[in-house]
């Protein structure tokens, strides 16, 4: 009998790429995609396409009732500008949603025990440790401490590309023929891809790196 899991899936590019690989791993995977009230919700649209491809039990849970308590960031505030430019600390601070990964963590280990899965896939990446803290190992490390003990039943949390950037992601992506079309990075919910916003420009330099075109349409590329 395959072994559970469960994998955090927004959609984009890399919890696509880690639900493939769990996929590709043989675990027998249920995927759990998340509406706090993003303006990227278009997003879910990507997940649920390709979960009914792969065959993938796939949950969006509505949790829009928390976007209130969210507020401060571009990704949930309306009145706030999605960040231009290059991928940076400095500009993409606006991104950061309060406690955002505590609280799907917690609602995903919730749903694992529920399941009878043993693991909790998210996709946390290097590229992101000085941006979000919530990506950091420290806190994985630290959230692996506390859901071993949280419920009768033990569960771990597994970043599989912890130690990678973007790059790397997509380089192991396109090693298994992953077509990143079927993905969606733009924090923008827009028809197209901004091709402005700090997400799109670190997609198309993890492209550019890879010697690939990415595959997505764009409105504007600079």
Known sequence: MKEKVVVIYSGGMDSFTV?????????????????????????????????????????????????????????????????EGHYAAENMKSTVVPNRNMILLSLAVGYAVSLGAGKVFYGAHSGDHTIYPDCRPEFVHAMNSVTQIANFEPVEIVSPFLDDDKTGILKYGLAIGLDYAKSWTCYNGREKACGKCGSCRERLEAFEVNGCVDPLIYEQLA
Not at 34 to 60: D, I, M, T, W
Request: negative net charge; glycine residues 8%; proline residues 2%.
């Open 19 to 83: 639900l493939h690989r769990a996929v590709r791993e043989g675990y027998d995977v249920y995927a759990l995609s998340f509406n706090y009230g993003q303006r990227h919700s278009k997003e879910l649209e990507y997940a649920k396409s390709v979960c009914e491809e792969l065959g993938v039990p796939h949950q969006v849970t509505d949790i829009t009732a928390v976007n209130g308590l969210l507020q401060g960031s571009s990704l949930t505030s309306s009145n706030i500008e999605v960040a």
